[in-house]
């Protein structure tokens, strides 16, 4: 020993090496147990793990404190910022996963996202959800099935979709006629349905926001590969929330919020006598329902 007494280095000072987060739990193991308290201990142990291990420091915990309160600022009913978080994280669909398992056969559950309007109209087999003709020409022939391969009739088929620049009714009110590339129809009793509609495009999630921003500057991609949403109900059965996507997309590999699963690509393939038309075949098979 030369007596001479070492500095601590940033990160390893003895106020760092406190082990706050046991303290935290230990303060929770003397109050009543709950799910929040085993939540929010496990949190602040994975935080403060995160926090020793990058050596986090004054001026980046800042930053971070920063960007939570942009988030918020850009989080109200029109916009939810927290949610995007969410998606852009994987976290959104990942409870979705936990929360909706389905049997091998059955079409995956996922995320609805914010577009879905549950007042859509009714519309007859073979309708165009088209309501302003722009686009390329796609026909879509569904089935649905119970696990067991047998039709289901009667099911309720609510379908929406961006339209052929990536857009959303109602996220331009004022360039797409209300309720274009929407509607609800019913399946026969052989389980079909059909309608008529474009092709969609892929679209971006939002970039002029502090989740947008973080994901560039990540260098990763912001991108949907395109697709149609679904959402088949039918008694017996547990409620079905998809996307069917466009297997061609370059993004299909990067969906920004983890969405596609093998069993939702689907071909989009040239329609037979139609100079640019689409046609789409898919089926869509439901399990019964959890008992319980
Ligand atoms: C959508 O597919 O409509 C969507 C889902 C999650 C976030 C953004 C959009
Ligand atoms: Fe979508």
Redesign the pocket.
Known sequence: MDGRQQQPQPGEGPSAQRAIASDFADRLNRVAPSRLGDAVGQLVAALHDIAAKIALTPEEMRAVVAFLTEAGHHADSRRQEWV?LA?ALGL?SLVEDMATPRPEGATPNT?A???YRADAPDLPAGANLSRDGRGVPLAVRGRVLGLNGAPVGGALVEVWQANGEGR?ENQEPDRQPEHNLRGRLRSDAQGRFNFRSVMPKGYA?PSDGPVGRLIARLGLCLE?PA?I?FRVSAEGHERLTT?IFDRADPAIGRDA?F?VKPELLADFRPAEGAADGRLLDLKLVLCPLRQG
Do not use: A, M
């Open positions: 995007l998606d959104s995320v996202g914010p577009f959303y999630l949907r697709h949403h996307h919020i969405g």
